[in-house]
């Protein structure tokens, strides 16, 4: 399985955070994985945001802290998944990944990872 | 949340010697801890699982251990490829938390 990710690095303040994880050698609507998007930064480490995945229909899961500005939606014709994160603020500068979930729950393998500023 | 706490934070030691790093929760989460190494410019890696089970191709040199809420991975003898930055992360709870990681640098 490989992720690749893909999307700006620079983002506006109050403006939306949208990045895709393209995924090869499983599918986003199979069902055995989950499909997490999880970001890192100096001040706050690394921390879980979200994830979505297939059990006959679509489960979504994100971080209380964030769930009324974040929304993770599955491609299927594009075997992908998206991060979208609305009114960014600085504090959400961050390098974000994707990775995956399977049945036991530990991440591997992870996207390489996006930059993502927000400054205006 | 799950608390999870790495210590210590740095860890100086030279090729050869055996690494000990410690990852606390701030409640029990049995067996469900991982270990990731990171290093400078690439995403986290996993090695460890299950708290002790070694990711496929993981040398032998690296163990882990522990449940509940104490946990420790070690390296039994360090490699010039060793030397990176290490993560707990436990996924008994939501939500998923991660350690704030333990440097493991040449000394």
């Known amino acids: 399985v490989q992720l690749q990710q893909s999307g700006p690095g620079l983002v506006k303040p109050s403006q939306t955070l949208s990045l895709t994880c393209a995924i090869s050698g499983d599918s986003v609507s199979g069902n055995t994985g989950a499909w997490n998007w999880i970001r890192q930064s100096p001040t706050r480490g690394l921390e879980w945001l979200g994830r979505?995945?297939?059990?006959?229909?679509?489960?979504?899961d994100y971080t209380l802290s964030m769930k009324s500005r974040i929304t993770i939606n599955p491609d299927t014709s594009k075997n992908q998944f998206s991060l979208q994160l609305n009114s960014v603020t600085p504090e959400d500068t961050a390098v974000y990944y994707c990775?995956?979930?399977?049945?036991?729950?530990?991440?591997?393998?992870w996207g390489q990872g996006t930059l993502v500023t927000v400054s205006s | 949340e799950v608390v999870m706490t790495q210590s210590p934070a740095t860890l100086s030691l030279s090729p050869g010697e055996r690494a000990t790093l410690s990852c606390r929760a701030s409640?029990?989460?049995?067996?469900?801890l991982a270990w990731y190494q990171q290093k400078p410019g690439q995403a986290p890696r996993l090695l460890i699982y299950g708290a002790s089970a070694r990711a496929t191709g993981l040398p032998a040199r690296f163990s882990g251990s522990g449940s509940g809420t104490e946990f420790t991975l070690t390296i039994s003898s360090l490699e010039s490829e060793d030397f990176a930055v290490y993560y707990c992360?436990?996924?008994?709870?939501?939500?998923?938390?991660f350690g704030q990681g333990t440097k493991v640098e040449i000394k």
């Open positions: 992360q436990q996924y008994n709870n939501w939500p998923r938390t």
């Open positions: 979505t995945y297939y059990r006959s229909k679509w489960f979504y």
């Open positions: 409640q029990s989460v049995s067996s469900s």
């Open positions: 990775a995956r979930d399977g049945p036991g729950n530990w991440f591997d393998p």
